[in-house]
């Protein structure tokens, strides 16, 4: 994989404002992106994108997926001053809002802060909830802002493009989760001729993930397909506030497999087959790889297996620092080694050998 043309797509891609229900411009910009690259394109009402290629025999049809928006929020209220109160949409933490740039509806704002020389000494020492913040469009009044074409669930979300680091492997930004995975996909498409796979790789970019996974199950249940392997960033522990927790991943180490992520209700215990083919094909390839057991965060596959009869599913993930900030933090290696591992996992396709549950 070419870094530096990663990093170019990613730092395009990642600005686009894009929070769940409200993909809109990121979708049409991922399409123009795949069109050259697949041999058939579409999309759904939901704006789920399902890239296609066919490889150069009969085989199985291998669904790879990624997800397109990230964390917001939306204008819940207008006051008579014109600012504007909202609510969350995904993973928001009202910690990490105070004081930020946003995009609201294609309008600049910040969400406001009191000054601290206002603040009691409590304050100083308070998280202040998501409905007691406000965003500041420049405007005095409600009808100011409803001048600008801000409207009362209008999507909001954070300002801040990607940066890189000293080391240029690091960067640094809003929406890697899960631009970065989209983009990844692309870079799938753009490296797979059609003679180097048999069967059918189905790419998926899914909608709604940050609030419940929702488009990866419409999707899913669309495409039917015989495997699925499913992209995203996973948070990792190793700054200073979390190594030692027991959750041994961190960025620039490898691709991570995990082998459970989510609670009780809405996770996934990777299916063991589909884990030992992640382990075996990244050993084959010489791709470091990091094993995870994460039970407060998820991704798509939670949503993937339970679709039709249960759909044969994992999950190649990627660590990021600071998640669901403005600030998140990746490293491109490991993005290249994953490019590597689902290279050979599909030229591979229909040579996995025998993945029931049970071997008779």
Sequence with gaps: MNKENFF???????AIPGGPGNEMAVVERLIELFEPVADKVETDHMGNIYIFKEGHKPGPTVMVSAHSDEIGCVVRDIDSNGFIRVE????????????????VNGRFGVIGVKAGHLQTPEERKTTTSIYDLYVDVGVTSKEEAEGLGIKIGDPITYI???????NEDLICGKAIDNRSCCVLLLELFKTLDSADFAGTLAGVVAVQEEVGLRGAKVAAHRINPD????????????????IGSGYPVGIGRGPVIPALAGGSVRGNIMAPQMKELFINYAE???????LAVMTGATTDVAAVHLERD????????????????????AHL????????????????????????????
């Design 8 to 14: 170019s797509q990613l730092k395009e891609v990642a």
């Design 88 to 103: 969350r949409t995904g993973g928001m933490i009202e910690a990490l809002m105070v004081g930020r740039k946003v995009n």
């Design 160 to 166: 801040s493009d990607l940066e890189r680091f000293t």
């Design 227 to 242: 495997y699925a392997v499913v992209l995203d960033t996973i948070p990792c522990a190793d700054t200073p506030d979390s």
């Design 284 to 290: 084959k390839t010489g791709v470091p790889y990091q």
């Design 310 to 329: 249960g759909i044969l599913s994992g999950a190649i993930t990627f660590a990021r620092r600071y998640s669901h900030s403005p600030v998140e933090t």
């Design 333 to 360: 290696d490991d993005f290249a080694q994953g490019l590597e591992l689902l290279l050979s996992l599909i030229k591979d396709n229909g040579s996995w050998g025998d993945m029931r549950f049970v071997k008779k």
